[in-house]
T-cell receptor
């Protein structure tokens, strides 16, 4: 069946270091992927997205990499800040607006 | 521009009671969806709508009803609440083209006792 999963449930990084959050997906038909950030008590917040015809997309301090060969997605956060502490979800979309979410990775930033 | 507004923020129900979770968006988005989030898990799709008058089931639709009479509103109804429906519920909306992902509301925390 369709599933999106994460390799690491918790990631602790030092402030100023770069963070890499990984995600594996199983549905090769998915054509759109999104990373969300969720802070405690809030709804998910869009970070960055990428379509399946791209390998890399950059935003402000964030980069998403897509490796379709191994069905792997990653989110890189440069110069991680305390405000980046949150749960990060990857999600895949195959058709319409059906998003399939992974379980999430907790990012903890140590000052 | 308020985005996606969910009410109430918190609710406690007794088993068997019914209630409606409200969701409204002012961005003229065609797509609207309801998700539930359980501890330690990602969001699971309950129901979704691609436009006014059109709804469809997601992964976990049992025990929930929806309707979409207007573009702006997408209420979620619990017909007979069960403890298994204790969760945080999120409403989301997007344009048809899915650009910039989906905008989520701040959630409704529901407890069924």
């Amino acid at each position: 069946g369709e599933s999106v999963g994460l390799h690491l449930p918790t990631l602790s990084v030092q402030e100023g270091d770069n963070s890499i959050i990984n995600c594996a997906y199983s549905n090769s038909a998915s054509d759109y992927f999104i990373w969300y950030k969720q802070e405690s008590g809030k709804g998910p917040q869009f970070i960055i997205d990428i379509r399946s015809n791209m390998d890399k997309r950059q935003g402000q301090r964030v980069t998403v990499l897509l490796n379709k060969t191994v069905k792997h997605l990653s989110l890189q956060i440069a110069a991680t800040q305390p405000g980046d502490s949150a749960v990060y979800f990857c999600a895949e979309n195959k058709d319409g607006n059906k998003l399939v979410f992974g379980a999430g990775t907790i990012l903890r930033v140590k000052s | 521009n308020a985005g996606v507004t969910q009410t109430p923020k918190f609710q406690v129900l007794k088993t068997g009671q019914s209630m409606t979770l409200q969701c409204a968006q002012d961005m003229n988005h065609e797509y609207m969806s309801w998700y539930r989030q359980d501890p330690g898990m990602g969001l699971r799709l309950i129901h979704y709508s691609v436009g006014a008058g059109i709804t469809d089931q997601g992964e976990v639709p049992n025990g929930y009803n929806v309707s979409r009479s207007t573009t702006e509103d997408f209420p979620l109804r619990l017909l007979s609440a069960a403890p298994s429906q204790t969760s945080v519920y999120f409403c989301a909306s997007s344009y048809r083209g899915r650009e910039n992902g989906y905008t989520f509301g701040s959630g409704t925390r529901l407890t069924v006792v």
